[in-house]
């Protein structure tokens, strides 16, 4: 069975997303990082701080891939999608004091 199991296709499926999130992440790279940021921090104050390591970590790791996604095509330039050294800068956010 295997292979069987998936259309033939799946590979120009997943191709053509991945077009798709490469134009959107283009257009849209500094909006998808200020998600990112409010989203981070916003797990953060839910949280009360207890997993801000862990939150700023996991920001960071998407920051990176969002950076690696922006090929510059928005005047912008490569990586400016908020990825380290992008807008909000390679330290991440630095949230509440931990307790």
């Known amino acids: 069975m ?14 053509k997303l991945r077009g798709q999130a490469q134009k959107a992440v283009d257009q849209h790279g500094d909006k998808i990082a200020k998600g990112l ?6 797990a953060d104050k ?22 690696k996604m ?3 095509n928005d005047g912008r330039g490569p990586g400016a999608a ?4 992008g807008p909000t800068g390679p330290a991440g956010p ?4 931990r307790r």
């Open 2 to 15: 295997g292979h069987d199991r998936y259309p033939r296709n799946m590979s120009s499926f997943f191709s």
């Open 37 to 42: 940021d409010r989203a981070a921090s916003e």
């Open 46 to 67: 839910r949280t009360k701080g207890k997993y801000s390591d862990k939150i700023a970590k996991g920001r960071v790791k998407a920051q990176e891939q969002l950076a």
């Open 70 to 72: 922006d090929d510059g």
């Open 82 to 85: 908020g990825g380290p050294g």
């Open 94 to 97: 630095t949230g509440p004091p």
